[in-house]
């Protein structure tokens, strides 16, 4: 029985149907089907009971897939061990998103890719909320105010949010100058989120109220620059507008906190290398990042003063 058979196994087992297993391991249905019959052939129990909306396990499936999970995992280990260098080896998911992710992010897992010539990567770009555990990613690049969960999260840097609005829509409307002007504004938002404000040290929660929403930043900077309303951006993707004038800075006097750049996994003791790896990297990212900015934004300071 060859380890790669006992992972197929897992994944279809977590995944709940060769389908979505054969998509998580980058491989065809048709070679996952032949790993499950060739396992179950030499275990001689049944594993899986396959149905019309995927498969479910057994009572032995049950039994076994925690075993061959541990199997997988210490698998990986040795083998990391022993590997020259310590290189990564087997299947890396990750989670990024949408906003920064290709930008900012997707150097650093190709990076990983290329040190880590084992290493079989599969990332995916999306701002919705990804399930870690249901969709079986190992670990998840995350942006912004965490909210509580059972995940794990390690800090790896920031980047610097604004609330701004174009001078059309301050011509019309007026800029909020507080948290009490804030709430009689159309905002353009995620969701129905909270958002965040510094008042001194101390930090206040907005309840904005808008007629657009959109699950992308990219999304919400064309419906601020429109006019829509006004929106609390990441810094970094609207820079240009703000140098050219076409946004401008509101509530300057309750800025929004810094987002913070998280890696996030699942629970467990310890983290997996590769997880660890991934964490480092992000580290030495985000401390160029923020160098960036700050060097980017010191003529502009240097300015006001």
């Given at each position: 029985?060859?380890?790669?058979?006992?992972?197929?196994?897992?994944?279809?087992?977590?995944?709940?149907?060769?389908?979505?297993?054969?998509?998580?391991?980058?491989?065809?249905?048709?070679?996952?089907?032949?790993?499950?019959?060739?396992?179950?052939?030499?275990?001689?129990?049944?594993?899986?009971?396959?149905?019309?909306?995927?498969?479910?396990?057994?009572?032995?499936?049950?039994?076994?897939?925690?075993?061959?999970?541990?199997?997988?995992?210490?698998?990986?280990?040795?083998?990391?061990?022993?590997?020259?260098?310590?290189?990564?080896?087997?299947?890396?998911?990750?989670?990024?998103?949408?906003?920064?992710?290709?930008?900012?992010?997707?150097?650093?897992?190709?990076?990983?890719?290329?040190?880590?010539?084992?290493l079989q990567v599969r990332s995916s770009y999306s701002d919705r909320f990804v399930d870690l555990i249901a969709e079986g990613f190992d670990c998840a690049?995350?942006?912004?105010?965490?909210?509580?969960?059972?995940?794990?999260?390690?800090?790896?840097?920031?980047?610097?949010?604004?609330?701004?609005?174009?001078?059309?829509?301050?011509?019309?409307?007026?800029?909020?100058?507080?948290?009490?002007?804030?709430?009689?504004?159309?905002?353009?938002?995620?969701?129905?989120?909270?958002?965040?404000?510094?008042?001194?040290?101390?930090?206040?929660?907005?309840?904005?109220?808008?007629?657009?929403?959109?699950?992308?930043?990219?999304?919400?900077?064309?419906?601020?620059?429109?006019?829509?309303?006004?929106?609390?951006?990441?810094?970094?993707?609207?820079?240009?507008?703000?140098?050219?004038?076409?946004?401008?800075?509101?509530?300057?006097?309750?800025?929004?906190?810094?987002?913070?750049i998280y890696v996030v996994r699942p629970p467990g003791q310890h983290p997996e290398r590769k997880v660890r790896v991934l964490t480092e990297m992000m580290?030495?990212?985000?401390?160029?990042?923020?160098?960036?900015?700050?060097?980017?934004?010191?003529?502009?300071?240097?300015?006001?003063?």
């Amino acid at each position: 029985m060859d380890i790669e058979g006992l992972r197929t196994f897992v994944e279809v087992a977590d995944a709940g149907g060769v389908t979505a297993a054969a998509l998580r391991l980058g491989v065809s249905k048709s070679i996952v089907s032949r790993r499950l019959v060739r396992i179950e052939t030499e275990l001689g129990v049944q594993l899986l009971a396959r149905t019309t909306r995927g498969a479910a396990l057994t009572e032995a499936g049950i039994t076994f897939r925690d075993h061959a999970a541990r199997i997988c995992a210490e698998y990986d280990i040795a083998m990391e061990t022993i590997l020259p260098a310590g290189e990564l080896r087997g299947s890396f998911r990750i989670a990024a998103p949408l906003t920064f992710g290709p930008t900012h992010f997707a150097s650093v897992i190709a990076d990983m890719a290329r040190l880590n010539p084992l290493l079989q990567v599969r990332s995916s770009y999306s701002d919705r909320f990804v399930d870690l555990i249901a969709e079986g990613f190992d670990c998840a690049i995350r942006i912004g105010h965490l909210s509580d969960s059972n995940l794990i999260a390690k800090k790896v840097g920031y980047t610097p949010a604004i609330y701004v609005a174009t001078p059309e829509y301050i011509e019309r409307h007026g800029a909020p100058e507080n948290p009490e002007e804030f709430g009689n504004h159309d905002v353009v938002m995620h969701g129905t989120e909270t958002w965040l404000a510094m008042d001194g040290d101390k930090l206040i929660n907005l309840k904005p109220q808008g007629r657009f929403k959109a699950d992308n930043a990219v999304a919400l900077v064309a419906a601020v620059l429109a006019g829509v309303g006004v929106a609390g951006i990441p810094k970094e993707l609207i820079i240009e507008h703000l140098d050219s004038g076409a946004l401008v800075p509101v509530m300057k006097r309750y800025p929004p906190p810094n987002l913070g750049i998280y890696v996030v996994r699942p629970p467990g003791q310890h983290p997996e290398r590769k997880v660890r790896v991934l964490t480092e990297m992000m580290i030495a990212c985000c401390q160029n990042l923020c160098k960036a900015i700050m060097l980017r934004d010191a003529p502009r300071l240097d300015q006001r003063g």
